[in-house]
């Protein structure tokens, strides 16, 4: 099994920044994508964020010129780099993976537990 673990979520002022990460354990044999994303109350889950195998990276709307997405490939792990946060930007944020798995000998798509990230003063 594939298994995703976030951090560096929390409470931080409008305007501020948070950087969170992603790192993905278990019987990879290979990662295609990495990403966010996020789900506000009462609101369908939206992209923050995706990386492809081919380096291509995709931005929501609403968060591009802000935040920021990199990944580790060496140790499967993604990062995202949030700034110039704003209230409309609290959410849980749930980052996901699609690779494959060698154990299982099949393609996995997984999801970390979701971190919440809460913009308020």
């Known amino acids: 099994q594939v298994q995703l673990v976030e951090s560096g979520g929390g409470l931080v002022q409008p305007g501020g920044s948070l950087r969170l990460s992603c790192a993905a354990s278990?019987?990879?044999?290979?990662?295609?994508?990495m990403g966010w994303y996020r789900q506000a109350p009462g609101q369908q889950r939206e992209l923050v964020a995706g990386t492809s195998r081919d380096d291509s990276i995709k931005y929501g709307d609403s968060v591009k010129g802000r935040f920021t997405i990199s990944r580790d490939n060496a140790k499967s792990t993604v990062f995202l780099q949030m700034n110039s946060l704003k209230p409309e930007d609290t959410a849980v944020y749930y980052c996901?993976?699609?690779?494959?798995?060698?154990?299982?000998?099949?393609?996995?798509?997984?999801w970390g537990q979701g971190t919440q990230v809460t913009v308020s003063s």
């Open positions: 996901y993976a699609d690779g494959y798995d060698y154990i299982r000998r099949v393609d996995f798509h997984s």
């Open positions: 278990g019987s990879i044999f290979s990662i295609n994508a």
